[in-house]
């Protein structure tokens, strides 16, 4: 039975940064605030469409995999933030990469966790020799439906996407191990009214949100059931945390990411962290992590890979990824997102003020 090795990466972020300080000018906030309580310091803010990350991020992972379009046989997209719930995200993304005309494009919804499910996924249907070649990208556009007057929620999160590319090997490579699940019995605690089948003809306009977020029992649901699933996939493999190279978790909130290795008994030296520069991405934290591991040198030849997640329903999982024989790219896409014409806040500002009008039309 083949196996899914992960050949091809790439990211895609918005240049808009918005900072804390940005936050502080229209919530009662602070820098300090901010940081002391979630890690982050900034996060990206998109000017385009989620397509549009998705694409660019999609082309840099197969020019580094030095594959085309035409030699996909499946597009995985994880997502919670769909530019349309019909047709779907990942038929969007195909038509617009050159020769992927034809293939398998499917969207997997589990939250934050939404790229590791893919993975999952994608990677079962190689193995079981459904398919050879797959791209699995993981991307958010969350401003636009958040709450910028709610501070527990505004300061968390950010846009962003990114991608890699699964083929078939006969190497022992790719995923290794894996643990999904769900405390489904939970789902309230995390939610996201406003977006969905049952806002609509109910006096709101979709895209007008209001977010549950409990954010203390969120806490100790992530830390439980990313640390379980953790310690599940490395006991089934027979491995310890000190076979672990590098962790590269979901980056939610730095107490959460500090609290899963200690319990798993990684130090932090092996975990990688960059939710200070994006905040919580969402489906794309795990992936755009991975790929600055890798272009940090921390992702070598034969690496132990542990990346735990988990999101809204509430999911969670766990994957324990071997690296292959290569680390550095085989080529590289021109491919850009269109220029940006205003700033972070600017575009923030636009959308406080479109949900003030909204609310006032209902």
């Keep these: 039975m083949p196996n899914a090795g992960i050949t091809g990466w790439g990211k895609c972020l918005p240049p808009a940064v918005l900072s804390n300080n940005d936050i502080a000018t229209f919530l009662d906030t602070s820098d300090e605030w901010i940081t002391t309580r979630t890690g982050i310091k900034e996060r990206r803010i998109a000017h385009c469409s989620l397509t549009d990350m998705a694409v660019v991020a999609g082309k840099r992972a197969l020019a580094c995999a030095g594959i085309e379009g035409k030699d996909l046989d499946l597009i995985v997209m994880g997502t919670t933030t769909h530019d349309e719930q019909c047709p779907n995200q990942a038929s969007g993304v195909q038509r617009r990469i050159p020769g992927a005309e034809g293939c398998g494009a499917m969207d997997v919804n589990t939250a934050c966790t939404s790229f590791l499910y893919g993975l999952s996924t994608a990677s079962a249907m190689i193995k079981t020799g459904a398919i050879k070649n797959a791209l699995v990208i993981g991307g958010e556009l969350i401003s636009p439906f958040m709450d910028w007057n709610d501070r527990n929620v505004a300061v968390l999160f950010g846009d962003g996407c990114a991608a890699v590319v699964l083929q078939a090997t006969d190497n022992d490579e790719g995923v290794q191990m894996e643990r999904l699940g769900c405390y489904g019995e939970s789902r309230g605690i995390l939610q996201i009214h406003g977006m969905g089948g049952n806002y609509v003809h109910a006096d709101r306009l979709i895209g007008v949100t209001e977010w549950q977020f409990e954010g203390q029992e969120i806490f100790?649901?992530?830390?439980?059931?990313?640390?379980?699933?953790?310690?599940?996939?490395?006991?089934?493999?027979?491995?310890?945390?000190?076979?672990?190279?590098?962790?590269?978790?979901?980056?939610?909130?730095?107490?959460?990411?500090?609290?899963?290795?200690?319990?798993?008994?990684?130090?932090?030296?092996?975990?990688?962290?960059?939710?200070?520069?994006?905040?919580?991405?969402?489906?794309?934290?795990?992936?755009?992590?991975?790929?600055?591991?890798i272009e940090d040198g921390r992702v070598k030849p034969g690496s132990q890979l542990l990346m735990p997640a988990f999101g809204g329903g509430l999911t969670f999982c766990a994957h324990l990824v071997k690296w292959g024989n290569r680390s550095t790219p085989l080529g590289k896409s021109d491919a850009e997102l269109a220029p940006q014409t205003r700033s972070a806040l600017e575009i923030v500002q636009h959308y406080r003020k479109a949900k003030g009008h909204a609310v006032a039309y209902i």
Excluded: W
Aim: charged content about 25%; aromatic content about 4%.
């Design 220 to 293: 100790k649901k992530a830390v439980s059931g990313m640390s379980m699933a953790s310690e599940d996939v490395l006991r089934r493999a027979g491995k310890t945390a000190a076979d672990v190279d590098i962790c590269v978790p979901h980056q939610a909130n730095l107490r959460i990411i500090e609290f899963v290795a200690k319990k798993a008994g990684i130090p932090m030296e092996k975990v990688y962290v960059s939710v200070e520069r994006y905040g919580n991405m969402s489906a794309a934290t795990v992936p755009v992590a991975l790929c600055e591991a």
